[in-house]
């Protein structure tokens, strides 16, 4: 699973299906069923991660699969070790599973030709992380009850986001109508032949959207001086009561966290209780890594 480019209409919408069962376990007492039993899952994370890890960590668990997390600061990777060789020796420890995080795209790619056994991309760079995008199709899903028809504004830092990316892949593969928006250092060019219509004016592109999808920005991946200051960057792109009225009346207001507040979005939109659905990703986030891994170890050779 190293991206939603490629994958069918039928593909996601089978797991978006097998997720939304997953999140009625979930809300149940015993969270727990068996079809991980007697496998291992790695979690290598290259990069630092609340959301992703954690919840990647509780759906193997709730699939009854042992679970061990590794990050960068307390391996081998620290002594200089490359990421191919890490990958080699996890592998020979025979796991069925691994999930993987790494600061450059097409990393996680590479990494999955050299082991034998099935590999979740949890982001790589700048390219596409996977499984952000389809729980963020599936909380929309449950709110509005569809994806297609609907307008959706992705704005921000478009250069640096692969939740961006992701998520122009699935949107418009279920037929929304995708709009990105941010300022001119920050929208990569290209970016219209993934499918989506680039705006540089919150006014704009705001117009006529049921769901307007927040991004951070993301400093560490920042070379230059893509924004003169935070705050005029906030007074510009940042999602207040006033740009949001640029969109349909009662346009939903989601962000992948974690969330610079005061600087993309204002807190008061952001914990807007109807209009904010920003809980409702992370909860969204354990099923449909639940339906990914469950999927993808019904593909294993050992199956
Ligand atoms: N958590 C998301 C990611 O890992 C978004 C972000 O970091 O801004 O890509």
Do not use: W
């Not at 890890?53 to 193997?60: I, K, P, V, Y």
């Not at 904010?276 to 890594?289: D, H, K, P, T």
């Amino acid at each position: 699973m190293l991206g939603i480019q490629g994958l069918s209409f039928q593909d996601i919408n089978t797991l978006l299906d097998l997720a939304d069962d997953y999140v009625d376990q979930n809300r149940q007492v015993d969270k727990k069923s068996s079809s991980l039993r007697g496998r291992t899952q790695i979690n290598l994370f290259f990069e630092a991660s609340t959301r992703t890890q954690s919840s990647f960590e509780l759906a193997g668990k709730r699939l009854g699969a042992d679970v061990m997390n590794m990050s960068v600061s307390t391996s081998a990777i620290k002594k200089g070790e490359s990421l191919i060789d890490t990958a080699m020796t996890l592998n020979a420890m025979r796991p069925d599973l691994l999930v993987v995080r790494h600061p450059d795209s097409g990393a996680v790619a590479l990494l999955s030709q050299k082991v034998g056994c099935g590999v979740v991309n949890a982001g790589d760079g700048t390219h596409e992380h996977p499984t952000q995008a389809l729980l963020d199709a599936l909380t929309i899903r449950r709110r509005l009850g569809r994806i297609e028809g609907l307008r959706i504004a992705v704005c921000g830092d478009i250069l640096h986001s692969r939740v961006a990316r992701s998520n122009i892949h699935l949107l418009t593969a279920l037929g929304a109508s995708v709009r990105v928006i941010g300022p001119p250092t920050l929208m990569p060019g290209g970016i219209e032949a993934l499918g989506a219509t680039a705006f540089t004016s919150m006014r704009e592109g705001l117009e006529g959207c049921d769901v307007v999808m927040m991004l951070r920005i993301q400093m560490e991946r920042m070379t230059g001086s893509f924004i003169p200051s935070t705050r005029e960057y906030f007074h510009l792109y940042g999602l207040d009561y006033e740009k949001l009225a640029y969109a349909k009346p009662e346009a939903l207001v989601m962000h992948p966290g974690p969330m610079n507040r005061g600087v993309e979005i204002d807190s008061l939109v952001a914990d807007d209780v109807d209009r904010s659905l920003i809980r409702e990703q992370v909860e969204m986030g354990v099923a449909v890594r639940m339906a990914v891994l469950d999927a993808l170890s019904r593909h294993l050779p050992n199956q």
